[in-house]
């Protein structure tokens, strides 16, 4: 029985295990990546504040100890509602939390192009290859500092194939499946990211429909489904939007 799983589901166990090794000096002994930028001055200090606010059974709504006082939930990076974050950064310490959100970024990206590959049915070895390729493609390598732009395109697979699940099966939970997607894009902190996603999704799309009157049927339901996930991530959006008008940001 344990035989035939493993040979039916390798390519994931494959990934799984080469995600781990080419992460593990991370835990043994628990460090984190001394680059020098963004991890040190801005995300690990804001991810250790949410960590310690949750730990504490509060959000981080406000802190003192920046300037004489700041609303830093408004600032989306921080990835308060973004559910791995809600889970990992309330049960573990924060550098193994820390260490741990990298293991899920390029798990997601790997597992999702795998399924997505799968889905245009290329071979099990194939599609563990594309997988592969695009989580330690140079974009996330490179990026691995600006942890919320790489959480924002390690879901870009689960959108496209869920697009494709919907237009096989024209199914509604496929379009739940999208806005909840879509808030957690939101949620990630990386709101640009979401604007990149979408246009690659219309572009998308145009290389899979065939006709402009099944491009409408299909987008009409997509732009609907995408305005539902922007509702249901208000709760970073409208914090974000106010901070914005008090910021310099607001002249460009």
């Known amino acids: 029985m344990v035989l035939k799983i493993f040979f039916k589901h390798w390519p994931i ?3 799984i295990v080469f995600t781990i090794v080419f992460f593990h000096k991370l835990f043994f002994p628990t460090s984190i990546f ?4 963004d991890i040190a001055y801005f995300n690990y200090p804001l991810k250790d504040f949410l960590a310690v606010s949750l730990k504490s059974h509060n959000l981080p709504l406000w802190s003192s100890k920046i300037a004489t006082g700041y609303p830093i939930l408004a600032d989306s990076p921080i990835g308060t509602f973004y559910l791995p974050n809600l889970i990992i950064f309330y049960l573990l310490p924060t550098p193994i939390a820390f260490n741990l959100h990298y293991l899920f970024i390029f798990l997601t990206s790997a597992i999702g192009m795998y399924l997505l590959c799968r889905n245009f049915n290329l071979s099990k070895i194939s599609s563990t290859y594309a997988a592969l390729a695009y989580a330690f493609s140079g974009f996330f390598i490179a990026r691995i500092i600006h942890t919320s732009f790489i959480q924002v395109a390690s879901f870009l697979p689960f959108i496209f194939l869920i697009l494709l699940k919907y237009q096989d099966k024209k199914k509604n939970i496929y379009l ?3 806005s909840l997607l879509v808030s957690q894009l939101i949620f990630a902190g990386y709101l640009q990211g979401l604007i990149y996603s979408l246009i690659s999704v219309f572009i998308f799309l145009l ?3 065939k006709t402009k009157t099944e491009l409408v049927k ?3 339901p997509i ?3 995408t305005a539902f996930g922007t509702i249901l991530a208000a709760a970073q959006i409208l914090p974000t939007l106010e901070l914005v008008n008090f910021s310099t940001r607001d002249q460009g």
Do not use: D, E, K, M
């Not at 001394?34 to 930028?37: A, E, H, K, L, S």
């Open 13 to 15: 166990l494959f990934i």
């Open 34 to 37: 001394g680059t020098p930028g």
């Open 176 to 178: 739940l499946l999208f």
């Open 207 to 209: 290389f899979f429909v």
């Open 218 to 220: 299909l987008f009409l």
């Open 223 to 225: 732009l609907v489904s």
